[in-house]
């Protein structure tokens, strides 16, 4: 786990949905995005998934592989406004939640 801590604390720019966050792949160029930019703004792991409700194990597996679905792909993205793993438009569910504008792609 990485030992720096900031005073600010990431937050969720919105609520989750009623019907919870969609589970989206991770791919392993995505995960090392959350690393970098985590880094960035000065967050441990342990503070970036208390702010986003995975544990700090989650995070790591999402930083550092193998690829992985999880719903803390979206909540991930708000908290250090980054866009999602393009490559997670993969069924129907996704793509309703694009449509929508409840997600934004990348690349």
């Known amino acids: 786990m990485d030992s720096v801590e900031s005073t600010a604390l990431p937050r969720l720019a919105q609520e989750p949905p009623a019907d919870g966050w969609p589970k989206l ?3 392993r160029e995505w995960g090392r995005l959350v ?3 985590r880094r960035a703004a000065h967050w441990s792991q342990d503070v970036l998934a208390r702010a986003v409700g995975i544990t700090q194990g989650m995070l790591s597996q999402i930083e550092n592989g193998p690829t992985v679905e999880s719903t803390a792909v979206w ?3 708000l908290a250090l406004d980054i866009d999602p793993p393009h490559q997670f438009y993969r069924g129907e569910l996704e793509r309703r939640w694009v449509e929508a504008e409840r997600l934004r792609v990348c690349c």
């Open 25 to 27: 792949p991770v791919t």
């Open 35 to 37: 690393r970098k930019t």
């Open 75 to 77: 909540p991930l993205c």
